[in-house]
């Protein structure tokens, strides 16, 4: 089926049972989180917010949910790839992005464009912070990147 890399399994060497759709899970949460928040398109949270009364409704509660998931990706990126990391993350993305206007395959010339970009390679931080420590265990071993007390 063409579907199956969403449900491939791998067995942990401790015998556990892991499928691959968490990657994929992760992936559409963060590009959720960060095209919700502000997108060239004008139908984001930002817009909605600052289009009438913050606190008329259920305003509020939105305001909080955001405010909660933007701590939660955060604390996600500094505790696994840190400040250093997220910044070499950026300029990955910014020099892929760079081959790809060398090519012609994107016009950055457009506001909306870079817009587009920005907020995409802010959806790609998010998921590489929330799952730095799952990679690092595959090419490692160590499952933590957690300081230590010697550090």
């Known amino acids: 089926m063409a579907l199956d890399f969403l449900t491939k399994k791998s067995k942990t060497k401790s015998g556990k049972v892991e499928t691959h759709l968490r990657w994929w899970v992760s992936l559409v949460l963060s590009l959720a989180l960060a095209i919700g928040t502000w997108n060239p398109t004008q139908h984001h949270f930002i817009g909605y917010i600052s289009g009438g009364d913050p606190l008329s409704g259920f305003n509020p509660f939105f305001i909080l949910i955001m405010i909660a998931l933007w701590i ?47 907020t995409i390679g802010a959806g790609l931080v998010i998921w590489l912070g929330m799952n730095a420590s799952i990679m690092w265990k595959k090419a490692t071993g160590v499952y933590t990147t957690d300081a230590t007390d010697e550090d």
């Open 72 to 118: 939660m990706a955060i604390k996600a990126i500094m505790q696994s790839i840190k400040i250093y990391g997220a910044i070499i993350a950026v300029a990955i993305i910014v020099a892929f992005v760079w081959g790809l206007a060398q090519y012609d395959i994107i016009d950055t010339s457009k506001w909306s464009n870079l817009g587009w970009i920005a």
